[in-house]
C-alpha cells in the first residue's frame, strides 16, 4: 500500500525510532499518549539552551530580546497553524488540561452561577470533565451530558432540547481519545451559537492530525497539548477568541502578568501576557514552533491521508481476526482505534505485544465513562503518527494474532 508520505524517510528523522526494544526494533503505536520528537525538535530546543537562554519579557540586554523574540515568534507561528486572528488570542500553557483548568478556573469567578448549566459529552477525556464538574459544585451549576450511540458517534440529533436559558457553556473533544470517533464540531458550535452558547474544543487529538482553522470552526476556545505533536512535554496553548479573554480573570498571580502593583491594587497586563504568571517554558514554546514548522514540510494534509490510511488498512486486518471487537467499527475517525480481545484483558494483551517491542496504551484512556458504556474495564488503543508504516501494522497484527494463541 502506498501512502502519500516517505515514512520510512521520516523515520530517520526520529532518532528513538531506531531503538531496539528486547532486541527486536520498536513498533511506537502510542502516539495518543505522547508523540515522538523530532530532530529539527529536539536540535531547535538544544540550539536554544546552547545561544539563546535567558528569561523573556524581563531585560534589555541581547539575550533577553533574543529570548522574547524567540518566544513571540513561536506563539506567531501557532497563530498561523491554527488560523487565530491575532496572536493576542494564543496564551502558553503546560498543555490541554492547564488550559481547560484555566477556562474553567477563570469563569467561574465572573460567569457561572448558581443553577447555570455545563454541557460535555459522554465521551470526553478526564480533563475534559473533571475541571467543569468542579466549577459546577463550587457554584451549584449542573453538569449535563450528551450520550453517545453504540458507534460512538454522538447522539446530537436532539441537542436543541438539552439547551435552556441556563446553558453557558458546551466543551467537547474534537477526536475521542479511545475510539478516534471525529465529532461534528462545526454543526455543535453552529447550533450552540444560535442560542448564543460559546463551545470549548477539546484538540488534544485533533491538532497533529486534522487541518485546523479557529476562525472556520468559529470556536470560543480551542485547547491542545504540544508533546502530541512532536514538540516538549509540559507545553500547550488555549486560542480563546479576544473578545472572551478580555473579560476573563488571571486565575495565576505574579511576575510578568502586571502593568502596576501597590499593597491595594494591582493591575494586569494586557493579552495574552495577564494569562501568563511568571517565568514561561521559553523553549517548550520554541518546541512547539519547531514541531509545526515540521509538520508544515510535510504538510498537515498528507499527514492526515497516510494516518487515514494506516487506520483504514488496520482495522481491516484486526477485523479480520474473528476474536477481536473493534470499537466505533463503522464511524468516521482520525488517528487512532480501539479493540479488545474477546474475554481477555487488554492489560494482557498489551504485556503481550510489548515482548514484541510493539509499544500500545491498554487500559480507560483517562475516560472512565466511556468504559461504562461500553461495559468494559478497558481496551487495547492504537495510535498513529506520520512516521508510522504499513509495515509496523503488519507486525501489529501478527503480534494480536500471536496474543488470541497465547490467551485464549
Ligand atoms: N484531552 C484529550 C482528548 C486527550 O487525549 C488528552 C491526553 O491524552 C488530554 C485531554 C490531556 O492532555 P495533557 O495530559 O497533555 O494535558
Redesign the pocket.
Known amino acids: 500500500m502506498k501512502t502519500p508520505l516517505d515514512a520510512q524517510k521520516i523515520r530517520d528523522d526520529f532518532p528513538i525510532l531506531q531503538t531496539r526494544v528486547y532486541d527486536k526494533p520498536l513498533v511506537y503505536l502510542d502516539n495518543?499518549?505522547t508523540t515522538q520528537k523530532p530532530r529539527q525538535v529536539i536540535d531547535r530546543v538544544i540550539s536554544y539552551y546552547y545561544q539563546n537562554n535567558s528569561n523573556a519579557h524581563r531585560a534589555k540586554y541581547f539575550l533577553a530580546e533574543k529570548s522574547s523574540e524567540l518566544y513571540e515568534s513561536a506563539r506567531e507561528t501557532v497563530r498561523k497553524f491554527i488560523g487565530a486572528a491575532n496572536s493576542q488570542e494564543i496564551i502558553f500553557t503546560?498543555?490541554?488540561?492547564?488550559s481547560?483548568n484555566l477556562v474553567a478556573q477563570s469563569l467561574r469567578k465572573f460567569y457561572f452561577k448558581k443553577d447555570d448549566e455545563i454541557i460535555i459529552t459522554e465521551m470526553?477525556?478526564h480533563?475534559?470533565l473533571v475541571p467543569w464538574q468542579m466549577v459546577c459544585k463550587d457554584v451549584g451549576a449542573s453538569l449535563k451530558v450528551i450520550p453517545f450511540d453504540d458507534e460512538g458517534v454522538l447522539r446530537i440529533k436532539s441537542l436543541e432540547s438539552m439547551f435552556t436559558e441556563k446553558t453557558r457553556l458546551i466543551a467537547v473533544?474534537h477526536?475521542?481519545?479511545v475510539t478516534g470517533v471525529i465529532n461534528p464540531v462545526k454543526e455543535i458550535i453552529v447550533r450552540a451559537h444560535a442560542y448564543n452558547i460559546p463551545v470549548l474544543l477539546?484538540g488534544?487529538?485533533s491538532i497533529s492530525h486534522l487541518p485546523i482553522d479557529v476562525e472556520i470552526l468559529d470556536c470560543d476556545f480551542f485547547v491542545f497539548?504540544g508533546?502530541?505533536m512532536y514538540a516538549e512535554t509540559g507545553t500547550?496553548v488555549l486560542y480563546g477568541k479576544q473578545k472572551w479573554l478580555e473579560q476573563m480573570f488571571p486565575v495565576q498571580y505574579g511576575g510578568g502578568m502586571v502593568l502596576s502593583v501597590d499593597f491595594d491594587n494591582t493591575t494586569f497586563a494586557d493579552l495574552p501576557f495577564r494569562f501568563e504568571a511568571g517565568t514561561q517554558n521559553i523553549a517548550g514554546a520554541i518546541s512547539i514552533a519547531a514541531a509545526i514548522d515540521y509538520m508544515n514540510d510535510i504538510g498537515i494534509n498528507a499527514i492526515h491521508s497516510h494516518e487515514k490510511q494506516l487506520l483504514q488498512y488496520a482495522a481491516d486486518a484486526l477485523g479480520d481476526i474473528d476474536q477481536v471487537t473493534l470499537y466505533a467499527e463503522s464511524a468516521t475517525k482520525s488517528g487512532l482505534l480501539s479493540f479488545n480481545i474477546n474475554n481477555v484483558s487488554p492489560f494482557d494483551v498489551s504485556m503481550i505485544l510489548d515482548k514484541m517491542a510493539i509499544a500500545v496504551r491498554s487500559g480507560t484512556?483517562?475516560a472512565q465513562p466511556v468504559m461504562k458504556h461500553l461495559g468494559i474495564d478497558g481496551t487495547v488503543r492504537v495510535s498513529f503518527a506520520l512516521y508510522n508504516t504499513v509495515e509496523e501494522v503488519d507486525v501489529l497484527v501478527k503480534g494480536v494474532r500471536r496474543a488470541v494463541q497465547i490467551l485464549q
Do not use: R
Open positions: 495518543a499518549a503546560s498543555g490541554t488540561t492547564a481547560i470526553e477525556h480533563s475534559n473533544t477526536v475521542s481519545n477539546d488534544a487529538q497539548s508533546h502530541k500547550g484512556h483517562c
